[in-house]
């Protein structure tokens, strides 16, 4: 399951600064790493590699260690929350994230085709290369779960 991060100015919500420590992606010479998703608009967040993800898989390791505790203390396993979070074809799922990633990337193309203007085509094609990279990672999913389910 993704994790929303809220609270977001417009550069966090673009991906183009860290939604931890709102470094700035497009000038600055930083590594960044998928880390969640923006509630608005479902588009994909992002963090310094280091450390700023570092802090969030920390924070999300040590939620997850308690929510396991707090299901363990009500006397049900959870084994079912992972299976029935995520189908892989359901709108929110995967493939339904796949095909927003792909148009958004016929939509960039087509803002590319007709723009001339410097700094608009600097933030398609930081757009167009970040779909891009979110696309093919669920491709390669799917196509992993689709595999696994005919075996």
């Not at 590319?112 to 085509?121: Q, R």
């Amino acid at each position: 399951m993704e994790r929303y991060f809220w609270h977001l100015n417009a550069r966090q919500a673009d991906g183009m600064a860290c939604v931890v420590c709102n470094a700035d992606f497009l000038n600055a010479k930083i590594t960044s790493v998928p880390v969640g998703r923006s509630p608005a608009d479902e588009s994909q967040v992002f963090a310094c590699k280091d450390p700023c993800a570092a802090v969030i898989a920390d924070e999300a390791a040590r939620m997850a260690k308690e929510m396991r505790a707090a299901v363990g203390a009500e006397g049900t396993d959870g084994g079912d929350l992972v299976d029935s979070d995520d189908p892989v074809f359901c709108v929110d799922g995967h493939f339904g994230s796949l095909l927003r990633d792909l148009r958004t990337l016929a939509g960039a193309e087509a803002l590319l085709a007709t723009s001339d203007d410097i700094p608009t085509l600097r933030f398609l094609l930081g757009l167009t290369a970040r779909h891009a990279e979110t696309a093919m990672m669920r491709a390669r999913l799917v196509l992993a779960r689709t595999k696994d389910g005919d075996g």
